[in-house]
Structure formats: structure tokens, C-alpha cells
T-cell receptor, first 117, second 116 residues
Framework: DGGITQSPKYLFRKEGQNVTLSCEQN?????MYWYRQDPGQGLRLIYY???????QKGDIAEGYSVSREKKESFPLTVTSAQKNPTAFYLC????????????????FGSGTRLTVV | AQTVTQSQPEMSVQEAETVTLSCTYD???????LFWYKQPPSRQMILVIR??????QNATENRFSVNFQKAAKSFSLKISDSQLGDAAMYFC?????????????FGKGTKLTVNP
């Protein structure tokens, strides 16, 4: 079955450590996204990528980094520069209709809960 | 930049009754898409319904329907015959129709409780 797989489901990070969250999709979607979810804040965009080897910062990119070496994969690294990384992280993907109007929504992964210990 | 506002942090409804969740948005664009997503306790995001701004007819999916008022920039979600499984966070989202602008902008969500 096609879908998005996020791993791990739970992740614990010590102060000063970098950690990487995995996101893989087999939907052949062009675009992939990372969102952060905090209580009462909704979903805020961290990074997104519309094509391999290219990505753009979202609204809260500081302290995070990404790569898009393969169409299927969009890992997110939470660096030690992110001062408050404890949150729920959601990865999503979507199709892009070039030159056409598109009503595509997103397909979401099941999320990763990151906790600083 | 577009913004989405959900003014009701929490709502409750009795089972089998109808509830309406509010959403307003701000944009200078004329073509765009609007979505409602449901996030149950499992935290899996589920697409509930979508609306194209160029369509005047309100979208409907079974017990879920929207009231889309383009001039007022309002996009409310009506849930009829509420069921216990409808209890969840509901997020309203906006997406530009411009090519290359695939980002979804989310509201902060409304927590819906369904009382038996």
C-alpha cells in the first residue's frame, strides 16, 4: 500500500545532540513537507521541498536542516541550535500539477514525538 | 502572507446532534483551495473535505458539509448526526492555487468533544 512512513514514533534527545527524523513516501509525490505541532499552535511549516536536491525554509526553520537526495525521502535533522525541540513532528507529501489548478491535499505520516531529556 | 483563523479552541456536541466549526482566512488571491482536516487521538491527520474557491457550490462528504462564503472569507464545517468517532482536533487549511505554491497554511485547530 502506498503511504508515508515516519520513524521513529518516539525519539528522545539529550541536550546538545543532533537527531534525525526519517520520512519516506512511496506515493511518487513531488513535494514533501515537515510541520511542527505544539499544543494550541496548530501546525507550523519547518521546511518543504518540491523537487529533488531543492528545498525551501518554512516559517520556523531555525535550528533545523533537511536534505532531499531522493524523491522518496525527506529527512529532518533537529540540531542543537533548536532551543525548544520538544514537539510532535509531522511529515507530509503532495502532488504538484504544473500549469494547472490543483486541489490536492496532503498525505500525512503518523508523526514522531520528540522529547528532550 | 495568508492566515487562517479558527476562533473556537474547543467545541462540544451531543451525539446525533449537529455542530458547526468556524474558520476564516485572509488572502489577496482569487484562486485557492480550502480544506478541513481531522486529527483524532491517534494524531493521524485525515482529510475530511475540500473546497475549490472557484466553485460556488458548497462541498459535501456524507455527514460533513461546508458553508463557503468567499466574499466574507469564511469556511465553516458542519457535522451532522455527530458520532463518538467524530471527537478530534479539526484543522482548517488554505492552499494557494498558484503554481509552485503548494504549502498548506493551517489554523490553530478546534477540539471537538462528542458527548454520549
Amino acid at each position: 500500500d502506498g503511504g508515508i512512513t515516519q520513524s521513529p514514533k518516539y525519539l528522545f534527545r539529550k541536550e546538545g545532540q543532533n537527531v534525525t527524523l526519517s520520512c519516506e513516501q512511496n506515493l511518487n509525490h513531488d513535494a514533501m513537507y515537515w510541520y511542527r505541532q505544539d499544543p494550541g499552535q496548530g501546525l507550523r511549516l519547518i521546511y518543504y521541498s518540491q523537487i529533488v536536491n531543492d528545498f525551501q525554509k518554512g516559517d520556523i526553520a531555525e535550528g533545523y536542516s533537511v536534505s532531499r537526495e531522493k524523491k522518496e525521502s525527506f529527512p529532518l535533522t533537529v540540531t542543537s541550535a533548536q532551543k525548544n525541540p520538544t514537539a510532535f513532528y509531522l511529515c507530509a507529501s503532495s502532488m504538484i500539477a504544473v500549469g494547472q489548478l490543483s486541489n490536492y491535499g496532503y498525505t500525512f505520516g503518523s508523526g514522531t514525538r520528540l522529547t528532550v531529556v | 502572507a495568508q492566515t487562517v483563523t479558527q476562533s473556537q479552541p474547543e467545541m462540544s456536541v451531543q451525539e446525533a446532534e449537529t455542530v458547526t466549526l468556524s474558520c476564516t482566512y485572509d488572502t489577496s488571491e482569487s484562486d485557492y483551495y480550502l480544506f478541513w482536516y481531522k486529527q483524532p487521538p491517534s494524531r493521524q491527520m485525515i482529510l475530511v473535505i475540500r473546497q475549490e474557491a472557484y466553485k460556488q457550490q458548497n462541498a459535501t462528504e456524507n455527514r460533513f458539509s461546508v458553508n463557503f462564503q468567499k466574499a466574507a472569507k469564511s469556511f465553516s464545517l458542519k457535522i451532522s448526526d455527530s458520532q463518538l468517532g467524530d471527537a478530534a482536533m479539526y484543522f482548517c487549511a488554505y492552499r494557494s492555487a498558484q503554481g509552485g505554491s503548494e504549502k498548506l497554511v493551517f489554523g490553530k485547530g478546534t477540539k471537538l468533544t462528542v458527548n454520549p
